[in-house]
């Protein structure tokens, strides 16, 4: 029966080979920063604090509508994307409707903002936006006009639904002619 055993001869160079290399590769390792230079995770009173700074109405008006017009024109034929920067320009406008999901489901500084964050519906159709932009972010992707057309219908059907219960008076105080034609009689 044979056993496959290192002879003792080469056991005296295999210890020092594994012991040099196990040197070396603690050499690879970043030392360690001086205790004056490390920093401690930061306590609840070193945290960011959430400040409202804006009102739900301002970042509707401002951000989603605004970019939400952006998506929707596209529909128009005049205003097609014909060229990669049209589609970064739709990219933009959806990822930036995406991301403001997130923010209008924080309190603002209107008067009804603390009370709308906290219903069901208000999160359901701030939610059904989001995932309109998540469609249209992927349809910019994709350079595909349809479903971006598609994603711009759920978004409108979405907006809608929550004007409808939240907010009646959809406010234009922002809309400019050429940017919203269909607020000033234009098509």
Partial sequence: ??????????????????????????????APL????????????EAPVYKPVVSINDIMVSVIDHNSHILWNAGDPKRAPKNDQDWHNLEHAAVTIAAAGNMILMPGTGPNDAGWVREKDWIKFTEGQTEAALAAMKAVDA?????????????????????????????????????????????
């Avoid at 044979?2 to 690879?28: E, K, Y």
């Avoid at 001086?34 to 009173?45: D, I, M, R, Y």
């Avoid at 349809?146 to 979405?158: E, F, I, M, Q, R």
Wanted: with cysteine; proline share 10%; charged share 20%.
């Fill in 34 to 45: 001086p205790v004056a230079e490390q920093k401690a995770a930061p306590t609840a009173s």
């Fill in 1 to 30: 029966m044979s056993t496959n055993r290192l002879p003792p001869s080469r056991h005296l160079t295999l210890v020092p080979a594994v012991v040099l290399t196990l040197a070396a590769l603690a050499g690879c390792t970043p």
């Fill in 143 to 187: 350079k595909d006009l349809k479903a971006l057309l598609a994603a711009g219908d759920t978004l409108v059907g979405s907006c809608e639904a929550c004007h409808a219960k939240f907010k009646t008076d959809i406010p234009k105080h922002v809309a400019k002619p050429l940017e919203q034609p269909e607020h000033f009689g234009k098509k």
